[in-house]
């Protein structure tokens, strides 16, 4: 396929602009537009084992809603995760997260104390993980821009991406995991201008758009 060539060598071209080995990217038969970093492409939960290899997972549904400079600026935000260390960094935070949905997801098998600790849990580590992202969310975009030298790609895709959200999750959206939420190039469990809050994953469409202005004004 024509658009697979395209990611196969434009994931070649930015991971070599930033000395990285190219990642693998997997395409996800997703409707719902997802773009994230993985260590684990079969599943949304990540591992920080230091011997695997970080996969990009790109949604059918991304690729068919973005143009190709665009999809190129959300490949090089990926690569730009990879090349800050920041998968294996918030794969740590994310652990008690991961455990938490573990706890909750087995409604017939769990008590209510096991439920109640679970979401206590949950609580807990998603304010770790959301103050740790929003920031490296925002390095990753201003990575982006540096490697495709057009910031306002990355713009676009971000205001097509939240233009598609729809106002409440599909059936594919509801099977991914808050953790996977968490590394979404763009929140797939609520509106993007929500970057306010205390649990929020990811700054506000407002905040990164500003800060892609401003690199393009540079």
Known sequence: MAETSYIDSSAERLARQVGIATPTVRID???TPLAYTTYRPDT????ADRDETPVIVLSTGLI???SQ???SAVLAHEIGHIANDD???ISVLLMPLIAAETLTEDEGRTSNVFELCGHHLSFIALIGVSIFSRGRELAA???AA???GEPAALASALETLDESATPKPTADLRDHARSTNAINVLPTLGPANSGTGPRSTHPSLETRLEQLR???RS
Do not use: C, F, K, Q
């Open 29 to 31: 038969s997703t409707a």
């Open 44 to 47: 949304s939960i990540i591992n």
């Open 64 to 66: 068919e809603t973005l």
């Open 69 to 71: 400079s665009e999809l």
């Open 87 to 89: 998968l294996r960094l």
């Open 141 to 143: 975009d201003r990575a």
């Open 146 to 148: 540096v490697m495709t």
């Open 214 to 216: 401003s690199l393009a």
